[in-house]
């Protein structure tokens, strides 16, 4: 599922999360900073996103998901030649971090997240994004 912004900064973000109330919240937040946002329940659904050609700027996976974890997703995405994605672990395991940062992950912020840990990491796309058109 797609959900796009009123005003879209052309930041296309995959927002990986099994927990609806999560994927809500986690959306909302990206939705405020302009994203485009598609939705995946598991890691599987967001590998095979890459295997029809998606392009994403950003992906926020959840760790612990049914049919395929987070980290297990970040090596299959990695392992496509998506290097150029940021992807970011998202969870409140404690040892959630060490798991995505193994498995190839750009960056970790644990739940809950807020929207002021996220805007500088938007910014950031955002910025290579316009020195990639320069």
Same mark, same amino acid.
């Given at each position: 599922?797609?959900? +796009? *912004? $009123?005003? %879209?900064? %052309?930041? +296309?973000?995959?927002?990986?999360?099994?927990?609806?109330?999560?994927?809500?919240?986690? %959306?909302?937040?990206?939705? *405020?900073?302009?994203?485009?946002?598609?939705?995946?329940?598991?890691?599987?659904? *967001?590998?095979?996103? #890459?295997?029809?050609? $998606?392009?994403? @700027?950003?992906?926020?996976? @959840?760790? /612990?998901?049914?049919?395929?974890?987070?980290?297990?997703?970040?090596? +299959?995405?990695? *392992?496509?030649?998506?290097? /150029?994605?940021?992807?970011?672990?998202? %969870?409140? /395991? @404690?040892?959630?971090?060490?798991? #995505?940062?193994?498995?190839?992950? /750009?960056?970790?912020?644990? $739940?809950?997240?807020?929207?002021?840990?996220?805007?500088?990491?938007?910014?950031?796309?955002?910025?290579?994004?316009?020195?990639?058109?320069?």
């Amino acid at each position: 599922m797609e959900l +796009k *912004a $009123k005003k %879209s900064t %052309s930041i +296309k973000a995959l927002l990986v999360e099994d927990i609806e109330v999560c994927r809500l919240v986690l %959306s909302t937040i990206l939705l *405020a900073l302009n994203c485009e946002v598609t939705l995946a329940v598991n890691g599987k659904e *967001a590998v095979e996103l #890459f295997l029809e050609g $998606k392009k994403f @700027d950003i992906v926020l996976l @959840d760790k /612990d998901m049914p049919i395929m974890t987070g980290p297990e997703a970040v090596v +299959k995405i990695r *392992a496509m030649g998506e290097g /150029d994605v940021k992807i970011v672990g998202v %969870s409140a /395991d @404690d040892h959630a971090m060490e798991a #995505f940062m193994n498995a190839g992950a /750009d960056a970790f912020v644990p $739940k809950p997240m807020r929207r002021e840990v996220l805007i500088p990491i938007i910014q950031e796309i955002i910025n290579k994004k316009k020195n990639a058109m320069v």
